[in-house]
Nanobody, 127 residues
Framework: QVQLVESGGGLVQAGASLRLSCAAS????????MGWFRQAPGKEREFVAAISRSGTFTHYADSVKGRFTISRDNAKNTAFLQMNSLKSEDTAVYYC????????????????????WGQGTQVTVSS
């Protein structure tokens, strides 16, 4: 399994932007579809965004569509989540995750399809 480390979280005001990074170890990063999830206090973890192995295909939760952009740099073993126009309801711990199956060509969005998870990074948006 790939090891994942998130960074880039912080405390910002509503309307601001943040860019989260997810650094992966090993040599299989480009073989994994990737995703971002988040968990707010008292709530279950929810899907945010996903990207295919090549980066060609992406998918977003309705709540972030048009504001967040997922991307990846396979040469640098890193995935990103650009978050613009942040709202207080975006406050959560954000996790990146890697597909449990190598070389799957599609975008995946179901939590159980992901086999590796980072430790999470806190994003707090003040209103």
């Amino acid at each position: 399994q790939v090891q994942l480390v998130e960074s880039g979280g912080g405390l910002v005001q509503a309307g601001a932007s943040l860019r989260l990074s997810c650094a992966a170890s090993g040599h299989t990063f480009s073989m994994h579809a990737m995703g971002w999830f988040r968990q707010a206090p008292g709530k279950e973890r929810e899907f945010v965004a996903a990207i295919s192995r090549s980066g060609t295909f992406t998918h977003y939760a309705d709540s972030v569509k048009g504001r967040f952009t997922i991307s990846r740099d396979n040469a640098k073993n890193t995935a990103f989540l650009q978050m613009n126009s942040l709202k207080s309801e975006d406050t959560a711990v954000y996790y990146c995750a890697a597909d449990r199956i190598l070389r799957r060509a599609v975008v995946i969005t179901t939590e159980s399809d992901f086999g590796s998870w980072g430790q999470g990074t806190q994003v707090t948006v003040s209103s």
